[in-house]
C-alpha cells in the first residue's frame, strides 16, 4: 500500500509563490504517475499537474507557464512550484499517485489561500 502526505499550503498574496511538496511511503515501487489536483470552494476537483515515472509532465490549462511539477530520483517525492499565483489558485491541493495494480492513491489535501 501507498501512502501519500502533502506539505507547504498556506496563505500567499496574489503575485507571490509557494512550493508544495508530497512525500510516498510505503510500496513507493509501484507508483507509475504523480500528480496534483485541486478543488476550489464550491468546484469539482481538476487537475493542475502530473509526472510520470519517465519524467514527462503535464499541466492544465490555468496553471501553465506558472506552476512546475518536479520529481526527485527515488521517485517518491512530487514538488509543485507555484508562481504568479492568483485568488483563482485558492483551493484545496491534493497529490495523487497511480499504481501498478490500477490504484488510485490520495494525500489527505493541503489549503492554499491567495489572499493580499
Known amino acids: 500500500q501507498v501512502n501519500l502526505v502533502e506539505s507547504g499550503g498556506g496563505l500567499v498574496q496574489p503575485g507571490g509563490s509557494l512550493r508544495l511538496s508530497c512525500a510516498a511511503s510505503?510500496?513507493?515501487?509501484?507508483?507509475?504517475?504523480m500528480g496534483w489536483y485541486r478543488q476550489p470552494p464550491g468546484r469539482q476537483r481538476e487537475l493542475v499537474a502530473l509526472?510520470?515515472?519517465?519524467?514527462?509532465?503535464g499541466y492544465g490549462d490555468s496553471v501553465k507557464g506558472r506552476f512546475t511539477i518536479s520529481r526527485d530520483n527515488g521517485k517518491t517525492t512530487v514538488d509543485l512550484q507555484m508562481n504568479n499565483v492568483s485568488h483563482e489558485d485558492t483551493a484545496v491541493y491534493y497529490c495523487?499517485?497511480?499504481?501498478?495494480?490500477?490504484?488510485?492513491?490520495w494525500g489527505q489535501g493541503t489549503q492554499v489561500t491567495v489572499s493580499s
Open positions: 495523487n499517485a497511480d499504481t501498478w495494480y490500477s490504484e488510485e492513491i
Open positions: 510505503g510500496n513507493t515501487f509501484t507508483i507509475n504517475t
Open positions: 509526472i510520470t515515472s519517465e519524467g514527462t509532465t
